[in-house]
């Protein structure tokens, strides 16, 4: 019964930040003025940005203990998530990364909205 409860809180508890995440990346493409901005879209492209980055942290982390394989990971982690907006959104390079940065402000103001 106590495993059944603790699936139903992860599962929720996931639920709860794919939407918040889409929420956010729906806000930054608003305001970026993407056409293709839709929350689905936005939803959708939360997950993606996620799934890709995670991935190739993993494959970079396979190459070594030092720093310097670290820094390439997230310079090319970085790339691949505006290559998941840019092609999510149908969009430009410059959107992409207006999109990555206005939902990194909306995710430290919300952040630092709830530490208050």
């Not at 689905?40 to 030092?66: E, M, Q």
């Not at 959104?89 to 208050?116: H, M, N, P, R, Y």
Request: no cysteine.
């Amino acid at each position: 019964m106590l495993a059944l409860i603790g699936v139903g809180a992860f599962l929720g508890i996931l639920l709860l930040s794919v939407l918040i995440g889409g929420f956010f990346v729906w806000l930054g493409a608003k305001l970026a003025r993407v056409e293709k901005g839709t929350f689905g879209r936005s939803i959708l492209a939360a997950i993606a940005a996620t799934v890709a980055s995670g991935l190739v942290s993993w494959i970079f982390s396979l190459f070594g203990d030092g720093t310097t394989w670290a820094l390439i990971g997230g310079i090319v982690g970085f790339v691949v998530v505006l290559w998941v907006f840019k092609s999510m959104f149908d969009t430009s390079w410059g959107k992409a990364f207006l999109i990555w940065l206005f939902q990194l402000i909306a995710i430290f103001t919300f952040a630092g909205a709830l530490l208050v």
